[in-house]
């Protein structure tokens, strides 16, 4: 079985913000809810060549392990919002921008609930899909469905937040990986449910504390609500550190760097002296929040 919408040997550089040079043997992108359907063929063409099936929102938390993606890439574009000032639901596509929701909120609608998600990079199906924070605020905090198309039974469905079983960095959509493609969800933003509080100005945070290119921010997990990743990879003496083109960023330590130069190995040897280091000072593993993905 051949599918004539799949593209052959396109480069998917950009669609990491680490940037390093990468190509995918198959991709598709999805475009429309109608496109949707098609992931029924493509899941059953990577069964029949026993090949795997990715899918990607925009360069956030990505990390291209490989020269060239042996198996099919898909692209989700699915853009569209509304916010109802009554009620406060938003719902919106998976793959709109949830820093320019959070900022058209704020102008539009004077609805601040989720100020603390400006300059928060990537979509909001990356959101739910990673649960998503920003200085305590996270994304299923006013979380109420996703609706979810699952690649193996061919059923769209609603997952409510239970059933989305949200956890620190994680979700249902995580866990089974490659299982369930989010198309859209909905919050109700009539409330702020929060962690634990901040006062922290994110705006200035974002702005003065950590840097903006060539990479896909903080790193690493945090250990603990009192042990953070940056503190740790400080205490190792690698804040600054350059292993050719790879850096931890001398603004804030858990922000793995790319100086346009690296390469993806350089980026993942990187990675192995910062958690040996800190496992060999402080019998702590330091585990990646960004998917590193290989073939």
Not at 60 to 65: E, K, P, S
Not at 90 to 118: C, G, P, V
Not at 223 to 236: D, N, T
Request: charged letters at 25%; aromatic letters at 18%; a negative charge.
């Amino acid at each position: 079985m051949t599918l004539d919408y799949l593209e052959k040997n396109i480069e998917i550089t950009n669609l990491s913000n680490f940037k390093t040079k990468a190509f995918t043997k198959y991709y598709f992108e999805i475009n429309n809810t109608s496109d949707i359907l098609k992931l029924k063929d493509i899941n059953l063409f990577c069964k029949k060549n026993n090949i795997s099936l990715l899918y990607i929102w925009w360069g956030t938390n990505l990390l291209f392990a490989f020269n060239t993606y042996e198996w099919v890439i898909v692209k989700n574009n699915l853009k569209w919002w509304s916010y109802d000032e009554k009620t406060m639901i938003l719902n919106s596509f998976s793959d709109e921008s949830i820093t320019d929701i959070a900022k058209e909120l704020e102008m539009t609608y004077n609805q601040k609930l989720w100020h603390r998600f400006i300059w928060l990079p990537g979509s909001i199906g990356w959101a739910v899909y990673w649960n998503a924070w920003c200085f305590w605020l996270e994304t299923e905090n006013n979380f109420l469905e996703a609706e979810i198309y699952d690649i193996e039974t061919w059923q769209m469905m609603i997952f409510n937040k239970d059933e989305m079983k949200f956890n620190y960095r994680s979700s249902i959509i995580k866990e089974f990986n490659n299982k369930y493609f989010i198309i859209s969800a909905k919050f109700d933003l009539s409330c702020l449910i929060e962690k634990y509080h901040s006062d922290v100005d994110n705006i200035d945070f974002r702005e003065n504390k950590q840097p903006k290119w060539n990479t896909c921010w903080s790193f690493f997990k945090n250990p603990s609500k009192e042990q953070s990743a940056w503190f740790l990879i400080e205490q190792v003496w690698l804040k600054w550190y350059k292993l050719w083109g790879a850096f931890f960023s001398p603004l804030h330590a858990n922000f793995l760097m790319n100086d346009w130069t690296a390469t993806y190995k350089d980026l993942l040897d990187l990675i192995d002296l910062a958690q040996n280091k800190v496992k060999k000072d402080f019998k702590i593993d330091l585990v990646p929040e960004v998917r590193i993905i290989a073939n």
